[in-house]
Nanobody
Framework: QLQLVESGGGLVHPGGSLRLSCVVS????????IGWFRQAPGKEREGVSC????????DYKDSVKGRFTISRDIAKSTVYLQMDSLSPEDTAVYHC??????????????????????WGQGTQVTVSA
């Protein structure tokens, strides 16, 4: 059974940092691209970042470039999202998601939520003074 479990969310002051983790089970990161999405109250879900299954190609939403860093540890079956210089606008529930991309180029980094097949339950990130 494929599972994704997020952790690391919490309450942080503006300018602070958090590191989110997405632990996957039932599949290998060598075959799946992983994306991070977020949804704030009253807003649509939006893609934040993704990392490809091969060569660790990464992509970021413009508003988080230079502040967020996605990485992965294949041995630990974990994908991380390091978030620095957080602002209240980053407040949302953050989800990780997985897409099997073995029939695509290994550099493929899906951007759309509909591309992803498996989702975690999410972790709340609140940035407030």
């Amino acid at each position: 059974q494929l599972q994704l479990v997020e952790s690391g969310g919490g309450l942080v002051h503006p300018g602070g940092s958090l590191r989110l983790s997405c632990v996957v089970s039932g599949f290998t990161l060598n075959n799946y691209a992983i994306g991070w999405f977020r949804q704030a109250p009253g807003k649509e879900r939006e893609g934040v970042s993704c990392i490809s299954r091969g060569n660790s190609i990464t992509d970021y939403k413009d508003s988080v470039k230079g502040r967020f860093t996605i990485s992965r540890d294949i041995a630990k079956s974990t994908v991380y999202l390091q978030m620095d210089s957080l602002s209240p606008e980053d407040t949302a529930v953050y989800h990780c998601a997985a897409m099997n991309t073995i029939y695509y180029t290994s550099r493929y980094c899906p951007r759309l939520a509909n591309d992803y097949d498996y989702w975690g339950q999410g972790t709340q990130v609140t940035v407030s003074a």
